[in-house]
């Protein structure tokens, strides 16, 4: 006994497959029910079809070819997919037989049913589907204050089933509000603290504003700062916007004569975007951000904020007008300053018997001094730079005499900065 769709019509037929005693005879059948949808209704009734077919045919002795077409024959017949009928065939190969198991399949109760989805459905229609949990007080009320019995079942459900059940086809058939299409979100840098161990190339960077002032907006200082090394070179710009950051920026990258390997920042959305994302990516520079609850991942910076920008710079406010005239300053004196003629301090570690670490600041270099004392330091060079034209600036005056110069050509700056 078959069932047939022809047209959308289901259609209950008898049929003789006595005939089907070739694989010619088989290949004419499936030619001709091309367009018939046939099915059998009783598992029981497949599986002894199935074993009768292969019986007949003695398909382990049939060609490659031949099998296909026996295949093609239980599939067509018993709506079986193709691997389901693999799977019954491999039965009959290893115990001559097709069989149903005896063996019960473990199954989950099912808790709630189609009418409590639509209940479900109905509830959020009413209330333009609030948050899950407002949605399971709304069903525990209905029962347990207003006693409608229908609500039994979803009168005790958790928040994250009832997501669940508004996950089901019913529902979003029957919801008259339903969360559309997110947008992908694709995330920008990686969530970590960077560790060099000990190779520069590994930058800090974080923006210092001057304030504002009746309304008006004040200059931002980009502080770039080498973690292994402290090479630190500073930018002002008028603002954080696209416009301004990005040639500040890959002017700064450009300054160090070391390659860069990493960025990490803040997660300021003036650094963590598309467009510093794809200046980062050319240069295969990996892009880092500091970590949730984590103050001191981006310390190095953050101290240098204080120490160098605030206290040559000041707090008071800037216009940011005067963003060039500050740049042109750091970009002439400054930064070579930092670099090549002021000490900083580099910690040593030590850890005690309890495994506390303890860092003690006993060692002072300028950067430009660090760099120079690295194993192998020539391998970090950019190409085209050499020790002896960074010698060069670093020895062409002394510290002292070029802090003077730097200072004058500071005073000079803020009088113009005051007028």
């Known amino acids: 006994m078959k069932s047939a769709t022809v047209g959308g019509m289901i259609i209950t037929l008898t049929m003789d497959d006595h005939r089907l005693s070739s694989i010619e005879a088989v290949e004419s059948f499936l030619a001709g029910v091309a367009s018939v949808d046939l099915r059998t209704k009783l598992r029981k009734e497949k599986y002894a079809w199935v074993e009768q077919i292969l019986i007949r045919f003695r398909y382990q002795q049939l060609r490659r070819k031949e099998k296909a077409v026996i295949r093609e024959l239980i599939v067509k017949t018993t709506g079986y997919s193709d691997i389901q009928a693999k799977r019954l065939i491999g039965q009959y190969l290893d115990r001559k037989t097709v069989r149903l198991s005896l063996e019960k399949k473990h199954r989950f109760p099912v808790k709630y049913t189609t009418d409590d989805v639509a209940l479900l459905a109905k509830v959020d229609n009413a209330h333009l589907r609030l948050a899950g949990p407002a949605t399971k007080r709304i069903l525990a009320r209905e029962f347990s204050v207003f006693g409608k019995a229908e609500f039994e079942r979803l009168a005790t459900i958790s928040v994250s089933h009832l997501y669940n059940l508004r996950e089901r086809d019913q529902y979003t058939g029957a919801a008259l509000t339903y969360v559309g299409t997110r947008s992908v979100n694709i995330p920008i840098g990686i969530r970590k603290k960077p560790h060099p161990e000990g190779e520069p190339g590994h930058i800090r960077v974080d923006s210092v504003h001057q304030g504002d002032k009746d309304k008006e907006k004040g200059v931002y200082h980009i502080n770039v700062v080498d973690e292994v090394t402290q090479w630190e070179v500073v930018a002002c710009v008028e603002g954080i916007s ?172 803020h009088q113009k900065l005051s007028r």
Request: net charge positive; charged share 30%; proline share 5%.
């Open 242 to 413: 696209e416009h301004f950051l990005m040639p500040a920026l890959e002017e700064a990258l450009a300054t160090f004569p070391f390659v860069i390997l990493g960025f990490h920042s803040d997660n300021g959305s003036e650094y963590i975007n598309g467009r510093v994302a794809e200046l980062l990516g050319k240069l295969l520079i990996e892009q880092t951000k500091s970590r949730s609850r984590r103050t001191n991942d981006n310390a190095l910076v953050e101290t240098k904020n204080g120490s160098v920008i605030r206290k040559h710079m000041g707090r008071t406010h800037i216009p940011k007008r005067r963003a060039p005239a500050i740049h042109g300053f750091y970009r002439s004196w400054f930064n070579e300053y930092l670099a090549y003629h002021r000490p900083c301090g580099f910690a040593i570690t030590t850890i005690d018997r309890k495994g506390k670490e303890k860092k003690k600041y006993d060692q002072y270099e300028t950067p430009y001094e660090r760099f120079r004392s690295l194993p192998n330091a020539e391998q970090y060079l950019k190409p085209g730079v050499t020790f002896e034209m960074l010698d060069h600036i670093a020895k062409k005056m002394s510290d002292t005499d070029y802090a003077i110069m730097m200072q004058k050509e500071k005073v000079e700056l």
